[in-house]
């Protein structure tokens, strides 16, 4: 079942997320993870937070398919454990459709979380999957990609931002 994306401006995009208790969720996970994946895949996107489907908890998914391969990665209660270098690069957001912009972030970048069967993982990603990191858990910490920009660049963006913000459901 696809679920309902929310947008810029809802204020369960601003709230720091609830940590995970495993077993509290354990048996309503699968079918979550279901209807994450499937509105993820819906819409092309390579990441999506539970907060994006209205769900205040930290819990985020990932497939950035290299090479076209799928490669589905669950992070519940993710946390960044290194970072380095740094690179900018264009990014958008699910919750900002329509709107990208030049956002720095580590070019490699190692996070340790639970994954869907609760055993704990680290993984090291680098490229988009490391910038995926940073923008999903960004979002368990009330976050977007537009607070990362410079204050020329958010002025540039608050315009278009109005503007197609009227298209949003
Ligand atoms: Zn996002």
Redesign the pocket.
């Known amino acids: 079942m696809k679920m309902r994306i929310t947008k810029h401006g809802e204020d369960v995009l601003k709230k720091i997320a609830k940590s995970v208790d495993y077993d509290e969720i354990r048996d309503d996970l699968p079918a979550l993870l279901k209807n994450m994946w499937e509105t993820m895949y819906g819409v092309k996107?390579v990441?999506?937070?539970a907060p994006?489907v209205d769900i205040s908890i930290r819990l985020a998914i990932i497939d950035v398919k290299p090479e076209g391969k799928s490669d589905k990665i669950v992070m519940i209660n993710p946390e960044i454990v290194n970072r380095e270098g740094s690179v900018t690069e264009e990014e958008?957001?699910?919750?900002?459709p329509g709107l990208y912009a030049k956002v720095k972030r580590h070019k490699r970048v190692t996070v340790r979380a639970l994954d869907a069967k609760g055993a704990l993982f680290e993984r090291t990603g680098t490229g988009l999957l490391a910038r995926a990191f940073e923008?999903?858990v960004?979002?368990l910490d009330g976050k977007?990609?537009l607070n990362h920009l410079s204050l020329v660049e958010r002025l540039r963006v608050s315009t278009i931002l109005k503007d197609i913000k009227k298209n949003w459901d």
Do not use: I, P, R
């Open positions: 996107g990441g999506l937070a994006q958008g957001c699910l919750s900002v923008h999903e960004d979002h977007l990609f």
